[in-house]
């Protein structure tokens, strides 16, 4: 069973909204294909991208158990979620922006060895971590039926669409650095976008319980 129309839409639009704010990794990604061209770049968001499936297959496993030992559990889980999810909102809200890109030059590494790198910088990061196992759960729709599968198709779906991103932030890596960096107003704003999503979803969680 695939997710519903409604799901796709509203969790691939809070998905793309959080992914293009600026952060760590497209920042990160950004600089790397100012300083070592579009191709490294675009590696290495694969890298950072691609890392977020170590995250959908916690989320599946502990989603799928946590239902299947209490219902009363998910709830919980959905509940805290939401919490972190409004503070990480909040966090963001409050931002002054003033993201800049570095693009001053850096050694040369391998493709293969800059891939490893974004891979290995995503997949162990314990905030993407409580990010994923606060942030899909909110999608999921208990009432539907098989759970996991339901988690692991957002999962899939961040992936996908943090390619996609990750892949253009590389190509166009010269003109969107110069352009975030001519513009750090421009930062506060998109955080303001993502802060609104994430305090909404968090507080029509808790409201609608």
């Known amino acids: 069973m695939l997710i519903s129309p409604e799901q796709f839409i509203g969790f691939l639009s809070a998905a793309l909204l959080i992914t293009i704010s600026p952060g760590p990794d497209n920042l990160m990604v950004l600089s790397v294909g100012m300083s070592r061209g579009r191709r ?13 499936l170590s995250h959908t297959l916690l989320a599946t ?34 931002s002054r922006g003033g993201a800049r890109v570095d693009g001053s030059a850096l050694p040369d590494e391998s493709l293969r060895k800059l891939f490893a790198k974004g891979l290995f910088a995503n997949a162990v990061n314990p905030k993407v971590v409580l990010f994923f196992l606060s942030f899909l759960p909110q999608f ?70």
């Open 61 to 94: 496993l502990g989603v799928s158990a946590l239902i299947k030992a209490s219902p009363l559990a998910f709830g919980a889980l959905k509940l805290l979620g939401g919490a972190y999810l409004i503070w990480l909102g909040i966090g963001a809200l409050r």
């Open 40 to 52: 490294q770049g675009m590696v290495f968001g694969l890298g950072c991208a691609l890392g977020c």
């Open 140 to 209: 999921v729709v208990a009432e539907r039926g098989e759970v996991s599968w339901q988690t692991a198709q957002l999962g899939l779906l961040f992936t996908a669409q943090g390619v996609l991103l990750f892949g253009l932030l590389g190509y166009f890596s010269g003109a969107v650095g110069a352009w975030i960096n001519r513009h750090p107003g421009a930062g506060m704003w998109m955080d303001r976008v993502a802060g609104a999503i994430f305090v909404g979803l968090g507080l029509k969680l808790i409201i609608s319980r």
